[in-house]
């Protein structure tokens, strides 16, 4: 592949966009449970409208684009007013939920908390990847059969060199919230900071009582929380590339940033990793969040709900058992007799992409509302594949958080060859 000496016209592009689009993952028909977290059409089409509205002007300057102070901040305020709604709350607005996390440990270094990171190993490798970009040093504690780390031992496991403790709401691999008020109120008494990675439950959870489920607490209005990130591009319905971070005060929100007047080419200013982004991804949050309010996640929640508990039923009537009990539709699933693998390949054979974890074994869901839409036909393929899977358990391999893994081995080695793949032309 070079460069043409002619551009191509118009339609001969578009024809190369379907060609490349044609092995993507069916989302829209509602084949996949991870990545894209769809919303009804009409919310949908005018959420792509504002991000390709405001995808070229550059969010690195709200001096020249006072388009995005405004998106920004009126979409931190609004996010707060769900998590953090009777405490003062100080945010940032960034690209997703690993930025926010590697920003939140930048500002619990920055201000002199410590250089240790404390947290379940349920916790988003974002961490693991935020410790290794800033130097720090993560110790990590185990979690139960319920997949909930216990209190005692995050607690034990914290020295004087602790800037934070990292908890879920909920954690990825299981859908289930760590005890955050239990573990906050022991580690304030210790001066030690909890972060909550709120990615994908800060704008769910605070509206399961739509779906007859007390919320659990999580945000900052919990005592010793002091800091949350929430993501907007998953079930806050926005486009991608949207995150809020929110500080308890605002001197941590102080030492998250970056700021230069050394540079010849004049005072430099950032308030997270990335420097030139679209004002688009903020644009979508906005109208994502202006176009749904309160009534809107309240019934989107409902529906996911109705959903999840359909499929964890179906679930249930084949012997399989959830891991924990995981308030939300994000949830994971075992067997005793059938191999996960297989049964993943079997489905696949179907056109659905569900992802598969191995500590321990089990098919992993999250629930979009587009899934109403395909939930009997999942679960009548779900009666066959296992049947399959059942008669021929020697599948391998299978669908890792987005990762296609290839005859049943999964090392370092392994992941560093699949993002070789990534950037290599193939015929």
């Not at 020249?64 to 920004?72: K, T, Y």
């Not at 050394?262 to 005072?267: C, E, H, L």
Request: with cysteine; net charge negative.
């Amino acid at each position: 592949m070079i460069l043409p000496d002619l551009g191509l016209p118009p339609d001969q592009v578009r024809a190369a966009w379907a060609e490349a689009a044609a092995g993507d993952v069916d989302w829209r028909g509602g084949r996949s449970w991870s990545l894209v977290y769809d919303s009804p059409e009409w919310h949908q089409d005018l959420v792509d409208e504002a991000a390709a509205r405001f995808a070229h002007e550059n969010a690195l300057s709200a001096s020249a684009f006072p388009s995005v102070q405004r998106f920004e901040s009126e979409v931190i305020e609004m996010v707060a007013s769900v998590i953090a709604p009777q405490t003062p709350a100080y945010g940032v607005f960034t690209t997703g939920g690993t930025e926010s996390i590697m920003v939140a440990m930048k500002g619990y270094r920055d201000a002199g908390r410590g250089r240790g990171l404390v947290m379940p190993v349920t916790a988003h490798p974002g961490f693991w990847k935020a410790a290794a970009y800033l130097g720090l040093e993560v110790t990590l504690v185990p979690v139960g059969s319920d997949g909930l780390p216990d209190p005692d031992e995050l607690l034990a496991a914290a020295g004087e060199d602790t800037a934070a403790i990292c908890l879920s709401a909920p954690c990825f691999p299981y859908g289930v919230v760590d005890p955050i008020a239990e573990v906050a109120e022991r580690a304030a008494a210790r001066g030690i900071g909890v972060h909550v990675d709120a990615a994908m439950g800060g704008l769910f959870l605070p509206f399961l009582d739509a779906a007859g489920v007390t919320p659990p607490e999580f945000g900052l209005d919990v005592p010793g929380v002091t800091s949350v990130s929430v993501d907007l591009h998953k079930y806050g319905y926005g486009a991608k590339g949207a995150s809020v971070l929110l500080f308890a005060d605002n001197d941590l929100r102080h030492a998250s940033y970056f700021v230069s007047t050394d540079w010849p080419g004049g005072a430099y200013a950032s308030s997270g990793v990335v420097g030139t982004r679209p004002v688009g991804a903020a644009a979508a949050a906005w109208t994502a969040m202006r176009a749904l309010g309160r009534s809107g996640y309240a019934e989107l929640v409902a529906q996911v709900m109705d959903t999840a508990r359909a499929i964890q039923a179906g679930l249930i009537d084949h012997g399989f058992e959830l891991l924990g009990a995981p308030p939300m539709g994000v949830f994971a699933a075992g067997h005793a007799e059938v191999s996960v693998p297989a049964l993943a390949k079997a489905m696949g054979r179907r056109g659905w992409w569900i992802d598969t974890q191995d500590k321990p074994s089990s098919l992993h869901f999250v629930t979009f509302p587009r899934h109403a839409t395909v939930l009997e036909t999942l679960l009548t393929d779900l009666d066959t594949a296992v049947d399959e899977a059942l008669a021929d358990p020697s599948g391998t391999g299978g669908l890792s958080y987005g990762v296609m893994v290839r005859g049943g081995t999964l090392d370092d080695d392994v992941l560093r060859a699949h993002l070789d793949a990534r950037f290599t032309v193939t015929d």
